[in-house]
């Protein structure tokens, strides 16, 4: 009898364990990354991503860049298939193309709501349709509808970008994975319950199976000198001033980290230039501006840095080994005028001290020993540690750095760029990113939030050459005063409209429209350490290029990251309106304008009997299974819970009958 008392009792807890976790399931504002199940179903194929091609042309320092994914059906029964992936946080999104058999559906740009409106009916009318968002400006979604069994759906992606030169050295990057993002101790960042944050992984260690192949043609006006990938293996064809470079033939694993390539052009290593293209209703320039060699600094203002470094539990292992590599190398090379502190963060934060110490051996030692005893464990609350670290009293005497340390694997990007900006008064603020996988976005968008520099380190060599480059920066004194005019051009929306200071070995870059006759010349005037900075650039009809389409896409995305900026420190429906507008008038993605295909064929009698899939992401070489947390996901995992726990009552109960 008892015993009957106490199985019942244990299955009604055992039911109302699979309820409550039902509920959590429900509730998307817990919403966060959690780890994929395979799916137990044999009719349903739960991976239906085979295989994505990247196939990219440089052409000097404009990379038009082609995606291609192929979605297939090896199931039984009809499905949709949600995709998270990641792009560069240069790339003008510009064209998207389905083919589905014989069939090529060319996407059209839309209201990202009216998109979305067309997609659903598109999905219930039993029509096969593509839908691609961007939730992040450097994460989309793309959803496809009503994959039939034995459908192969291609779905081709097109984008251009500007590869800007860092220390004489270019280099194209393509983001494979998107890394999990951690969305607040209580699930109430700014992202609100947005469904990509709530992405299936891979357990660390398991490899997609998702097919990956990628080939870089290079044109460049001379020599192409150097030419290597620090993050894969690749086989390398050249010949003079052309090279073709292809992942080699063991890289089996290529889609969990970030593919980059590094080259360097013959003869002066960067030099100022001038684009101009004709366009049927706008013409547009490109200039960029090199800076000049960074002078020896005979006078060097005490400098006080503070480090904000990220311990949290996506950090774990390779990210936060290499991230204690970095701050042995910048902690450890501080002058003895000198100040510091060091500020960890996690789900909590922890100071060396209350104010800045003085870079002696013996404070060096302490912040070196509080460093290499964090293992890497919690949430990434990065706001509350910007807040302290922004409150930490200042020597007017001296110069201040804020560099912060992160994966970046957070959502409240807008929030840390708006704090940063209201925040950081006469200091700048670095940004280095740790990771095979790093959100591009975030560290770039901090660093331009304040006036500094970002820099993205995958590896352990790397790492000695940002702390090197690092150092040089802030060594050397800044371009400031930066006034640009043209002569005898009429040039309008010249991009930035607000020049920057400018660090060494980085050249400036400017976006704009000009009319009339191309003449005259481009005037940029600054002070340096060591006097006036002078650049003059003739302009002339042998400027002309054929690039118009990509100026057009460049100068627009351009001015889309300007707004932005201004939309996340200001707010208000006046950027939302310009960003819309500049989205459609551009055919480009945006926050708010998405790219819709549908295949006008109905294509599947009873689309009700379809299901959704959500393709799984490998985590990021490095990342340990500590970055998903252990929130439940808004899946039927909760029910797969319940039943192993009613199987291990069964064999409980066998076990017991048998005795």
């Known amino acids: 009898m008892r015993t009957r008392t106490f199985l019942a009792r244990l299955c009604s807890l055992l039911l109302a ?100 409106a067309e997609y659903e009916q598109a999905k219930t009318d039993g029509k096969t349709a593509a839908l691609l968002e961007q939730e992040r400006e450097n994460v989309f979604q793309m959803n496809v509808a009503n994959i039939l069994p034995g459908d192969v759906v291609q779905v081709e992606l097109r984008y251009s970008e500007l590869l800007v030169p860092t220390d004489g050295r270019f280099q194209f990057v393509f983001p494979t994975v998107v890394g999990p993002r951690y969305n607040g101790r ?50 390398i064809q050249r010949e003079g001033q ?33 684009l101009l293209s004709r366009g049927e209703g706008e013409n547009f320039f490109l200039a960029m501006v090199a800076p000049p060699r960074a002078p020896d600094s005979k006078r060097i203002v005490p400098r006080d840095y503070v480090f904000v470094v990220d311990v949290s539990g996506s950090m774990s292992g390779f990210p936060l080994d290499t991230t204690k590599v970095l701050l042995r190398d910048l902690i450890g090379r501080l002058r ?50 910007l807040r302290e670290a922004l409150a930490m009293p200042t020597d007017p005497e001296r110069s201040r750095s804020f560099v912060v340390v992160t ?18 008064s006469r200091a700048n603020l670095f940004a280095f990113g740790i990771g095979s996988s790093v959100n591009r976005s975030l560290i770039e968008g901090l660093a331009r939030a304040g006036q500094g520099e970002p820099f ?27 006034r640009a005019s043209f002569e005898g051009l009429d040039v309008y929306d010249v991009e930035p409209q607000q020049l920057p200071d400018l660090f060494a070995n980085r050249p400036l870059v400017l976006f ?26 003739p302009i002339s009809t042998d400027k002309l290029t054929d690039s118009g389409g990509a100026l057009a896409h460049l100068w627009a995305r351009q001015r889309l990251a300007s707004l932005m900026d201004q939309e996340a420190l200001d707010g208000g ?50 990342v340990s299974n500590g970055a998903i947390g252990s929130s439940v996901p808004g899946t039927p995992e909760p029910g797969v819970w319940a039943m192993l726990l009613l199987a291990g009552l069964g064999a409980w109960l066998w076990r017991r009958k048998a005795a």
């Open 336 to 385: 003895p005028s000198d100040t510091f502190n060091l500020l960890l963060f996690s789900g909590d934060n922890r100071k060396l001290a209350e104010q800045s110490l003085a870079a002696t051996p013996e404070n060096i030692q302490r912040a070196i020993e509080l460093l290499d005893s964090q293992s890497g464990r919690g949430g990434t609350e990065l706001l509350p540690a």
């Open 17 to 116: 364990m699979s309820a409550s976790l039902a509920v959590l399931a429900a509730d998307d504002t817990s919403s966060s990354p959690y780890f994929f199940v395979e799916n137990a179903d044999p009719a349903v194929d739960a991976l239906p991503l085979k295989a994505t091609h990247v196939s990219a042309r440089v052409l000097g320092n404009i990379a038009e860049v082609t995606v291609t994914q192929e979605y297939r059906n090896q199931g039984k029964t009809p499905l949709e298939a949600r995709y998270v992936f990641p792009a560069s946080t240069r790339a003008a999104v510009h064209g998207m193309t389905v083919r589905l058999g014989e069939r090529v559906i060319q996407a059209q740009i839309r209201e990202k709501q009216k998109a979305k």
């Open 242 to 274: 052309r090279a073709a470079v292809h992942l080699a033939a063991d890289e089996t694993t290529a889609n969990d980290r970030d593919f980059i390539l590094d080259f360097r052009l013959g003869g002066d290593a960067v030099q100022s230039g001038l």
């Open 456 to 482: 993205v380190v995958t590896d352990d060599e790397s790492a000695g050459k940002a702390a090197q480059r690092f150092r040089r920066m802030i060594d050397s004194p800044l371009l400031n005063g930066i």
């Open 512 to 537: 704009g429209k000009w009319k009339g006759e191309p003449r005259g010349e481009m005037r940029l005037d600054a002070h340096a350490a060591d006097g006036q900075f002078q650049v003059r650039l």
């Open 407 to 424: 994966d970046g694997f957070v959502t409240i990007e807008s929030s840390a760029y708006k704090l940063v900006r209201e925040n950081l």
């Open 186 to 235: 209580d699930g109430s960042s700014s992202s609100g319950n947005q469904p990509w944050i709530s992405t299936p992984y891979l357990p660390q260690g398991r490899s997609s199976s998702t097919q990956f192949s990628l080939q870089v043609e290079l044109l460049a006006p001379v020599q192409i000198d150097e030419i290597s990938s620090p993050s894969h293996h690749v086989d």
């Open 573 to 622: 429906f006046e950027f939302s309106s310009q960003i819309l507008d500049l989205g459609l008038k551009y055919q480009l993605l945006t926050p708010y304008t998405s790219f819709i295909a549908v295949d006008q064929q109905v294509r599947s009698p009873d689309p009700q009997v379809g299901t959704t899939v959500d393709q799984p992401l490998p985590l990021p070489k490095g």
